[in-house]
């Protein structure tokens, strides 16, 4: 172009910024600035802002405000909101909040933007901030308003203001919107209110994959693996595809409930999506096969993987040792360390509970010593566990109360339930009693330690002590949670039934 004016810059530098290529949006601007032939003005400066945001960089983004409060610009409140965005993006919260005070004049972009930045910096201040809000009513709340707001409520688990809220959302009619329909259900699933977050799912007038993968993910945590897979059948029904984190899902609730066949099916789903799916749901392909008992399938995932994260090989672990294959395990993790993968804590747990599984004692002191001289990582209460029930299973219940009196922080009461248990198991009655005395000075209401003693005493035939046990629970309120099996259906998903 022979002449170029302020809007042939700024339409550049705004095309730049919505490609995302902020580095070369902001190399126009100083090109514009050097060259002088035209003055940026409110658009160009919005833009740059914008820019200074996607690169996160505060200091640059303080250098154009400064430029726009020279050219007289700083009671322009779409460049106070691009100004308040760019520093919350780099973390300045508190900055953003100083400007958004100062704003003479602020619009619902303003209270978005500052509600966006306690969502992700300080979600804490959300409620506060929705009063202030609403109590002010310099503003009416949008859909970005009320997807921000639920979502901190979800994370907050503030139920009594989720409900304050979703009146005010059908008050103002924003419920239509996917994001805001979303939010609201994932408030009441985070809540454990899973009729209420049905109910909102239902009445949404659009979903989306992520709709779905919340509500089918929603049944999980609440404990309802069944109904999770109802929402996948009904998904597929719905002609939406399922992404890796839908499958993830529903390869879980096949996992949580040993349900082959359905996940099965789903693995024929994650075949044909193909290259779309990523290592998340390999990993929870493994873990479904495993927890149906099918080694060999999962060992065939592992092994068509293309890449493995710890996750994957941890999965493997754990999988065989539960399976009966605990030297599998053992090998596993030893070619997980000789392929250069670094093992966590977890991993470690996994490795303790095959040594455990297999009675390998020897194995077991190498690795629980390896952790903290070839890895780095400090044993935790979970791997003293383990090791205190690979030394108790195999009869050495002296070793296992010595390595619990040498451990660099105060035992638990697991520490001391399985130690009880195992005592109890080789008569070990002296033992017994002084890791009962530990476990019920911990907790007194945890029933695990009354249903070994009573145990104990029914073994010894000591009905007398089985009834003083049981009516201690009873004086002391300690209830013993009733166990529960899935049983499949013929025509229709898995039942839960409770046993007392």
């Known amino acids: 172009m022979p002449e170029r004016n302020v809007v042939s810059w700024s339409a550049l530098i705004t095309g730049f910024v919505q490609q995302g290529r902020p580095e070369g949006a902001i190399s126009l601007v100083r090109r514009m600035n050097r060259e002088g032939t035209a003055r940026p003005n409110e658009f160009t400066l ?18 154009v405000y400064a430029h726009v409060v020279r050219l007289g610009f700083e009671w322009n409140v779409y460049l106070i909101n691009a100004f308040s965005t760019a520093l919350i993006r780099n973390g300045r919260l508190l900055e953003a909040v100083e400007v958004f005070e100062k704003c003479p004049l602020r619009d619902i972009v303003s209270w978005n933007a500052i509600m966006a930045g306690y969502l992700e910096l300080s979600d804490a201040e ?9 109590r002010e009513g310099e503003v009416k709340p949008d859909h970005y308003t009320f997807s921000s707001v639920l979502t901190a409520l979800a994370s907050l688990s503030n139920i009594e203001m989720g409900l304050q809220v979703h009146a005010q959302l059908v008050k103002c009619g924003h419920g239509s919107e996917i994001c805001v329909g979303n939010s609201l259900v994932g408030m009441y699933l985070k809540n454990l209110r899973l009729d209420e977050g049905f109910r909102a799912f239902e009445e949404m007038c659009s979903r ?19 109904k999770a897979l109802e929402v996948f059948a009904e998904m597929r029904k719905a002609g939406i595809m399922p992404n890796e984190f839908t499958l993830s899902t529903a390869l879980n609730a096949c996992a949580n409930i040993a349900s082959l066949e359905e996940g099965v099916k789903i693995h024929g789903v994650r075949i044909k999506l193909g290259s779309n799916v990523d290592i998340c749901a390999a990993n929870a392909l493994i873990d479904m096969y495993m927890k149906c008992g099918c080694v060999d399938a999962a060992r065939g995932v592992f092994q068509s993987m293309k890449e493995h994260s710890v996750v994957s090989w941890t999965t493997m672990i754990i ?37 455990s599984q297999g009675g390998f004692v ?17 044993p935790g209460e979970d791997h003293y566990a383990c090791m205190v029930n690979l030394l108790g299973r195999n009869g050495q219940i002296k070793q296992a109360e010595g390595l619990i009196l040498s451990m660099p922080f105060q035992p638990g009461v697991l520490i001391w339930q399985t130690l009880l ?37 029914a073994g010894l035939r000591n009905w007398d002590g089985v009834g003083m046990m049981r009516e201690l629970m009873e004086t ?14 013929e025509k229709g998903g898995p039942l839960a039934l409770a046993d007392g």
Not at 208 to 226: H, I, K, N, R, Y
């Open 126 to 134: 959300v409620p506060w901030f929705w009063a202030r809000m609403i």
């Open 319 to 355: 999988g065989c040792a539960q399976n009966g294959q605990a030297r599998e395990a053992l090998e596993f993790f030893d070619e997980m360390v000789e392929g250069g993968a670094q093992p966590n804590d977890i991993t470690f747990v996994c490795v303790l509970y095959a040594c």
């Open 208 to 226: 989306d994959v992520l709709s779905w993968t919340q509500m089918a993910a929603g049944c999980l945590l609440c404990g309802e693996p069944g």
């Open 421 to 457: 248990g195992a005592a109890l198991v080789h008569g070990d009655m002296e033992t017994a009693k002084r890791a009962s005395d530990h476990a019920l000075k911990l907790d007194r209401k945890d029933p695990s330690t009354y249903v070994l003693l009573s145990n104990m005493f």
């Open 476 to 489: 002391s309120d300690v209830r013993k949670l009733p166990g529960s099996s899935w049983i499949g259906q």
């Open 46 to 63: 919005v833009s740059t802002l914008h820019a200074c945001s996607l690169l996160r960089e505060s200091g640059l983004a303080r250098q």
């Open 362 to 378: 020897d194995e077991g002191w190498k690795y629980f010593s390896s952790m903290s001289q070839h890895h780095g990582i400090s």
